[in-house]
């Protein structure tokens, strides 16, 4: 009898009631008879199921499992049992009640639970992490070969649990934690390419956690933390081919960032600096999609950055220009039907860029 892990729902070779609820009898039967060779072909097919984590932490199926905080629903973190209930959830999470979100009861006090903290860092190690490679070592102590391991659910993709556990957090404002899950991510994603080397994979891969790393530094209020994390983005998606227009975006959007960063701390050179970057690459990504109309709203809205900052330094004539090339931009954008949603969005910024020439004339 060929085994069968108990949490995947596959026939076993040899299993003879495959057939469905209320299926003839006699159609299976007749199918023994003449289909022998045929079912032979077909075990090793029916016997590959893709695995299932039997708590459901995969990426077909994922729901809430025991070792998931049901405020912020994602792992937890920072294990804390409410007394005297002893209902558990993320530290930060469940501070912000009185009484247990589960069943009503007053809480006395939280208590730290140190104990189901470690079983979910050992699941985490073992169920979501790209996990370092095994060095054999023969019987003199010499390091032999490198062996490949893989995840332990090898339905995840490289480090999407770990990000998704860590934007449900973030969604709910449990930014430890999401912080937390994607320095883990990132750790991991360095040593990939440690090995394989700047893959665009890899670089594109990093440059996204790191951006949200620095959106988690931003939030705690940590800027300089935060400028760091969306510069190293921005020097790992500079590695990558222009022609990528979700990357474009995403290295626009980091440089834009530090941009904020810059001028809402006083240093309004440096914050030019980062939106012309940021503008370049939007007017790169044009070049080469020129059909794709939400690109057309970027530029406009990093001209409007540049010229917020032109004007606020006193360089009031480029500032005009900068704006009316917004408009004129956005005045000539067709859009198409399906682009409907994107309307709202152009009618906004438009009304933003006219009120500047309006000040101006005012003024």
Not at 97 to 122: H, M, W, Y
């Amino acid at each position: 009898m060929t085994p069968v892990c108990p949490f995947v729902k596959a026939s076993r070779p040899d299993d003879g009631s495959s057939r469905k609820p209320g299926e003839c009898p006699e159609k299976h039967a007749a199918e023994h008879e003449g289909g022998g060779k045929a079912k032979e072909e077909s075990v090793g097919a029916s016997a590959t199921v893709s695995p299932k984590c039997p708590f459901g932490y995969d990426s077909q199926t994922f729901k809430l499992g025991p070792h998931s905080c049901m405020i912020c629903q994602a792992l937890l973190f920072d294990c804390s049992k409410c007394v005297p209930c002893s209902h558990v959830y993320c530290k930060v999470c469940i501070s912000r009640f009185k009484d247990c979100p589960l069943c009503g009861a007053d809480i006395e006090r939280i208590e730290a639970d140190t104990d189901l903290q470690s079983v979910v860092d050992r699941f985490v190690d073992g169920h979501a992490r790209i996990k370092r490679f095994h060095v054999d070592m023969d019987k003199e102590g010499k390091v032999g070969e490198n062996k490949k391991v893989i995840y332990e659910d090898v339905s995840l993709e490289r480090g999407a649990f770990l990000v998704q556990q860590a934007m449900r957090a973030f969604r709910a404002q449990n930014v430890e934690s999401a912080r937390s899950r994607l320095s883990l991510c990132a750790e991991d994603i360095r040593g990939q390419i440690e090995i394989a080397g700047n893959t665009s994979e890899l670089c594109s891969q990093l440059g996204a956690v790191l951006g949200m790393l620095g959106d988690c530094c931003r939030s705690m209020g940590d800027a300089g933390s935060a400028v760091t994390y969306f510069e190293e983005s921005a020097e790992f998606l500079s590695k990558l081919p222009a022609a990528d227009l979700e990357i474009m975006h995403t290295l626009s959007v980091s440089l834009n960032k530090i941009g904020d960063l810059k001028y809402y701390d006083g240093d309004l050179e440096a914050a030019r600096s980062y939106y012309v970057r940021s503008l370049n690459v939007r007017c790169d990504a044009i070049k080469h999609h020129p059909s794709v109309s939400s690109q057309t709203l970027d530029v406009a809205v990093s001209l409007a950055k540049v010229a917020d900052v032109d004007r606020t330094i006193g360089n009031e004539d480029a500032a005009l220009d900068r704006f009316r090339e917004a408009i004129k931009l956005l005045e000539s954008l067709t859009l198409k039907p399906e682009e409907a949603g994107l309307e709202q969005r152009r009618l906004s910024v438009l009304e933003f860029l006219n009120n500047q020439l309006t000040e101006k004339q005012s003024s």
